[in-house]
């Protein structure tokens, strides 16, 4: 065979084997698609038949049903006696743990889910705590903030206007509705509230700050009027112009109809920080001389409860509440806890040991 006799016939071999190449090519991909449509609508099947999955009980938040509205006192408000009466409804028959700044409290809301406590305040701003518990552990937690403060009684009876005879038939004859609401409006101008943060501008008229939630709130004033008292190591009375940018103030008041507190008594102070202060339900394990494990029972966390001075334990099992002592705890007992949180361990200034769980 002569090489220009061969060459057409070996290029035709060639271009055989190229198109049976690209045919055995081709059906394979195809075949890989028409594999890949398949697995995805089987799979678009048995997402559409199954079920979605229900997330385990672990991961699942409980949901409270409940909550805890107060009656007194109102938050940031300033009030002018101590002891001082909480009082408030929750879900009946619940255990209520009240914390105040120096003392602690549990009690249980009565059938009509009532519940209140006396309690000490201190001069100055005070948080309370007031947390309630349900039968399966589950918590609502209020925080409140209000003033204590006994020298501004005297501007509190002093700001509240007394009706003349004029206002008094113009009442008589109004409208019984309009009346009501008026009423209402200055019931809660007559309330007086507070604000405080660190001074970020001073006008003549008016004082700006960044309250702790990082807003910036207005209080008017008239500065001749105003009771200004610096604390430190004394309380000494000072002019408005020894008001520093930066200072951190209590400044208590009455709202007026714009909602802007209009400033009495200014407090120049430290700034003020939350105590961190909270209650926890749970379960007495491995009592020890000097200390228990605390099981909880929302998130079966365990904490430890070291005894201390400053530590006082209570027990409600009997007819009245009685302090007891940190060796009287028992395995199994149920109680509530209040004190501050420290990773793994509770600095508790409270223990009550109480009957059972809060039911319904």
Known sequence: MTISGGLPKLLRHLSMRKEVLFAILAGVTLGLILAFGVWRANLALRSKDSPPEEPSEE???????????LAAPNDFEVVSQSPFLISGITKPELFVAISGVEEDFVVKSDVEGEFKQEITLIEGVNEITITAFDADGVTIEKRLLIAYSTEFAKQVEASIPSPTQTEEETATEANEVREKV?????????VPKFVMGSVT????????LRDLEGEIRQVSLSPDEAVFVKIAKTRTEVKFADLAIGDFIVAMGFANGNGVLEGKRILITT????????????????????????????????LLIKNSEELTIFSQLGDEEEEIDFADLEEDQQVIALGVKDDANFVARTVVVVAEFPSL
């Open 59 to 69: 991961t699942q938040p409980q949901e409270a049903t409940f909550g805890i509205t």
């Open 182 to 190: 008026q009423e209402k409006v200055n019931e809660a101008m007559r």
């Open 201 to 208: 501008d001073k006008l003549a008229g008016t004082i700006e």
């Open 271 to 302: 700034e003020f920080e939350t105590s961190g202060r909270e209650a926890i339900l749970g379960t007495v394990l491995d009592p020890k001389k000097a200390e228990f494990t605390l099981k909880t029972v929302n998130d079966a966390d365990e």
